[in-house]
């Protein structure tokens, strides 16, 4: 039942991708000197049979790995949000070399194990053999996302970054402050008690990163406002990145956003969750 859950979704946050309204310039030439260059890959890297003594001889595909490898789709959403990794799948084939069951052991996320598992457990196999019969057997495959990704260091210097969402049918207010001198805020107001605030820091690097992908992403083309269309009371979030005298504000209300703003408001959740929080009392 989880898996089927987690693949309906990656599959919404596909279909969703791909149907936003997108920039139409991804390389946004004004802050760039050079183009942004990405050179997807994707590639089956290992096979490992469980319990391996076991059996006499291993499963393996009845294809050839590096056509079954460029089966594989990498989602419109990772390459936006540079996602990169390996997926590791725990398959349990029968003896006739079909995939009765898939366990998704590892992932990167933003749909990269959906893809692999889409295409994966519809593959063929030469099944184990035990004592000169086909049996069944576990089987971990490992499969390589890799953007070959090549982003020319944005000209567009950030101060400060800001994120903030506001719930929907309950009360909740989010702010998140990332800035170049390394210090970060993070607040939570849930309406029925005290906000929370904590202080933390960030990094060069991790801010460097940061201000490179929100740049790289056409932030300061986007519109002002993205607003579902129909009546839905899903709440809000507010992205805010200020450059010198420049202040760029976006709100994103329902689905309704490019698909590059949707992978700054992950990015940012990201580096949120790798700092070490302290919570400041009053």
Request: aromatic share 10%; proline share 4%.
């Amino acid at each position: 039942m989880k898996i089927h859950l987690l693949i309906l979704t990656f599959l919404t946050i596909f279909i969703y991708s791909n149907s936003s309204a997108q920039n139409d310039n991804d390389n946004c030439p004004t802050l760039f000197t050079h183009e942004r260059t990405i050179n997807p890959k994707i590639n089956i890297v290992n096979i490992e049979v469980i319990d391996s003594n076991k059996f006499d001889s291993f499963p393996r595909f009845k294809g050839k790995i590096e056509t079954i490898s460029k089966k594989i789709v990498y989602p419109e959403i990772a390459k936006r949000a540079g996602v990169e990794g390996i997926v590791k799948l725990l398959m349990t084939l029968d003896s006739t070399g079909n995939v009765i069951k898939t366990i998704i052991m590892n992932t990167p996320g933003a749909g990269t194990d959906y893809f692999a598992l889409d295409i994966i457990q519809k593959e063929k196999f030469y099944p184990a053999v035990l004592n000169h019969k086909n049996v069944p057997s576990p089987v971990v495959v490992d499969i390589n996302f890799d953007l070959n990704l090549y982003v020319d260091k944005p000209s567009m210097e950030i101060d400060e970054i800001k994120y903030e969402l506001f719930g929907g049918m309950i009360f909740l207010h989010i702010t998140i402050i990332i800035k170049k001198d390394g210090s970060a805020f993070f607040s939570e107001d849930r309406g029925y008690e005290p906000p929370k605030i904590y202080h933390g820091k960030i990094n060069s690097y991790e801010y460097t990163k940061l201000n490179d992908f929100i740049v790289a992403q056409c932030f300061f083309e986007y519109d002002n406002e993205y607003v579902l269309k129909a009546i839905n009371d899903t709440g809000k979030t507010i992205i805010t990145v200020k450059s010198g005298n420049i202040i760029k504000s976006v709100l994103s209300k329902g689905q309704l956003e490019p698909v590059g703003l949707w992978a700054i408001r992950t990015v940012i959740l990201q580096e949120k969750d790798k700092i070490q929080w302290e919570e400041i009392k009053e």
